[in-house]
C-alpha cells in the first residue's frame, strides 16, 4: 500500500497521539481564470471554460491545529511520533465531521509551541481543489461513513447486460472505468461506444453533475468504478 492510499482521519490522530483537535481551516479553491481585456472597452473575452469545457481550479490550503496536555518531555516525544508518521508525505485526509470524503495532498508538520501545561502543534497540507468520495463505487460500502446530508448509494457491480443504470455525478467531471464479462456497448447522449472485454475507459464520457443515463447492449455483466468528488 502507498502512502497515497494511507486514510488519515483525524479522529484516529487524536485518540493515538492523545492531542485535541482546536481548529481547522480549509481555503476555497481558485478558480483558473483566463480572462482577454478588449482593448479599448470594458470588455473582455472569457476562455476559462474553453479547453475543458468546465472551469479549473487550484489546488486549496488546509490547516489543522491540534492542543496537547501534559508533561513537557511527553509532548516533545509527541511531536517526533507524528512527524515521523505524516511530515512531507502525501495522504487521504478525513474529518470525522465529513466522513465521507477525503482530501489528499502532502502533509506538512509546521510549527509548536509549548507552554506552562502543554502545547500546541500544526499541521498543513495543499490538497486537490476536490474532496473525494471515500468509497468508490467498488470498494466495500462503509455506512460508518455515510452522510444522510448529501450521501449517495453507488451500487455499479455486476449489472447485467442488456440493461441500463444511472449514475448521479458530483461536481467534478470523471471519467469512469467498466469492467466487463464481454464484448458489449454502451450509449450515452445518443452516442453508442464499443466495449472490449476487460477494463475500458471511454474518454468521452464525462460525468460531471446530475443524473447519467448508460445504456448497455451485449450479453454478460458490467461493472462501473466511478469515484464522486466535490468542492
Not at 29 to 43: A, E, M, N, R, Y
Not at 125 to 153: H, N, R
Not at 204 to 227: K, M, N, P, Q, W
Request: aromatic content about 12%.
Amino acid at each position: 500500500m502507498s502512502r497515497a492510499d494511507v486514510l488519515v482521519n483525524t479522529t484516529s490522530l487524536v485518540e493515538l497521539f492523545k492531542i485535541r483537535m482546536l481548529s481547522v481551516n480549509i481555503s476555497p479553491p481558485k478558480p483558473k481564470l483566463t480572462q482577454i481585456p478588449i482593448p479599448g472597452t470594458s470588455d473582455v473575452i472569457d476562455l476559462s471554460e474553453a479547453i475543458s469545457g468546465d472551469i479549473e481550479y487550484d489546488p486549496r490550503d488546509l490547516t489543522v491545529v491540534f492542543e496537547y496536555v501534559g508533561a513537557k518531555e511527553s509532548f516533545h516525544a509527541m511531536h517526533s511520533k507524528i512527524s515521523n508518521f505524516l511530515h512531507g508525505r502525501k495522504m487521504q485526509i478525513v474529518f470525522s465531521q465529513d466522513s465521507g470524503f477525503y482530501f489528499l495532498g502532502r502533509i506538512s508538520v509546521d510549527s509548536y509551541k509549548w507552554e506552562m501545561y502543554g502545547g500546541t502543534l500544526t499541521l498543513s497540507a495543499t490538497v486537490d481543489p476536490y474532496k473525494y468520495e471515500t468509497q468508490s463505487s467498488l470498494e466495500p460500502w462503509d455506512w460508518d461513513s455515510f452522510s444522510f446530508e448529501d450521501g449517495i448509494i453507488r451500487d455499479y457491480f455486476d449489472i447485467a447486460v442488456p440493461g441500463s443504470i444511472t449514475i448521479i455525478g458530483r461536481r467534478k467531471r470523471v471519467c469512469p472505468k467498466f469492467i466487463t464479462t464481454n464484448i458489449m456497448t454502451v450509449t450515452y447522449l445518443g452516442n453508442t461506444y464499443n466495449l472490449s472485454l476487460g477494463q475500458n475507459i471511454i474518454p468521452d464520457i464525462f460525468l460531471g453533475e446530475g443524473e447519467h443515463v448508460l445504456t448497455f447492449a451485449g450479453s454478460g455483466t458490467v461493472s462501473i468504478d466511478y469515484r464522486g468528488a466535490s468542492l
